[in-house]
């Protein structure tokens, strides 16, 4: 049984499980692509942009131009969670709270989901035949948010270049662009005094839920991303690789749809059995076999944006 459940016993008027404030499931999962997947590991291959080759004469032998292909690896890891209640405790409460803690781990679930595509999409993606090369995301697809003079929070001069970077990246156009982005972001672009007007009005109704989408790019306001690990950048140009360091920075990911995979071997599931072992307490048990990749370098782009 949790440490914690005598919290929950009845005192005078308590009546009623309260869950505290959390992310209640995954915001991000609907916008990667999905696959499925059996073994430890799977790969998923991929075809690249071959060219046409010009015919030099009538009856000319036809040309072989081999398609190049290559393949990237997903490796699932497991995870679970449980708890137990007693049913000494469901007679010291007003409410079972069974199916309370099963709500609380599918939230959980739904946060480690999140927590691996996040990290999929900035992190060593592994490919070759076997799976044994490493790709780092290079610093071409990062950039440093500035205002030309210094480094900054995400402001609307860098959500254009990151626009930019992609399309030089020949991403399909017809592919959704997704912002992963933290509240400190969406503050940034909202205090903004060199924001145009209608820039300005298209901001604050995204701040306040009227849209969701701006520039191109649905936004999925998460506090789950990490502080950045790249260590230098131009202050003025917002290239990454030299320059001075950012200090207190978030990594917030723009990337196409299916930029980013997550490829799942058991999706969440929960049992809730009696335990014979354990003084037949019911017993709430949850797992998932997850793991995720990023598919293509050019579709995923790393915001570093400096927090104040």
Not at 58 to 66: A, E, F
Request: charged share 20%; hydrophobic share 35%.
């Amino acid at each position: 049984m949790s440490q914690q459940i005598t919290e929950a016993f009845v005192q005078q008027y308590n009546a009623n499980v309260y869950h505290l404030s959390q992310q209640k499931g995954s915001l991000i999962a609907p916008y990667v692509r999905k696959e499925t997947q059996k073994g430890k590991s799977e790969f998923f291959d991929r075809i690249g942009p071959v060219a046409a080759q010009k015919r030099t004469g009538r009856h000319s032998p036809t040309p072989q131009i081999d398609t190049p292909h290559s393949r990237r690896m997903v490796t699932m890891e497991d995870y679970e969670w449980a708890d137990l209640v007693d049913d000494q405790d469901k007679i010291r409460m007003l409410d079972d709270p069974t199916s309370e803690y099963a709500m609380a781990a599918a939230w959980a679930f739904g946060r480690t989901k999140d927590d691996v595509i996040i990290a999929s999409a900035l992190g060593t993606a592994y490919a070759g035949e076997t799976g044994t090369s490493t790709v780092s995301h290079p610093n071409s697809q990062k950039i440093a948010a500035n205002d030309g003079t210094n480094f900054t929070d995400l402001n609307v001069r860098t959500l254009r270049k990151i626009r930019t970077i992609l399309r030089r990246g020949l991403v399909d156009k017809s592919l959704p662009l997704y912002a992963l982005v933290g509240s400190s972001q969406i503050e940034s672009l909202l205090s903004q005094t060199e924001v145009t007007s209608s820039d300005y009005a298209n901001v604050k109704a995204l701040v306040q839920g009227e849209v969701d989408t701006y520039m191109g790019f649905k936004f999925l306001e998460t506090e789950r991303l990490g502080l950045t690990t790249s260590s230098a950048a131009s202050a003025s140009t917002g290239a990454v690789g030299s320059g001075s360091s950012v200090v207190g920075s978030r990594a917030c990911i723009f990337f196409a749809g299916d930029g980013v995979l997550m490829s799942t071997g058991m999706d969440y599931q929960s049992k809730i059995s009696e335990r014979a072992d354990l003084g037949y307490s019911t017993q709430v048990y949850s797992r998932m076999s997850i793991g995720g990749t990023r598919m293509e370098e050019v579709k995923v782009v790393e915001a570093i944006c400096k927090e104040s």
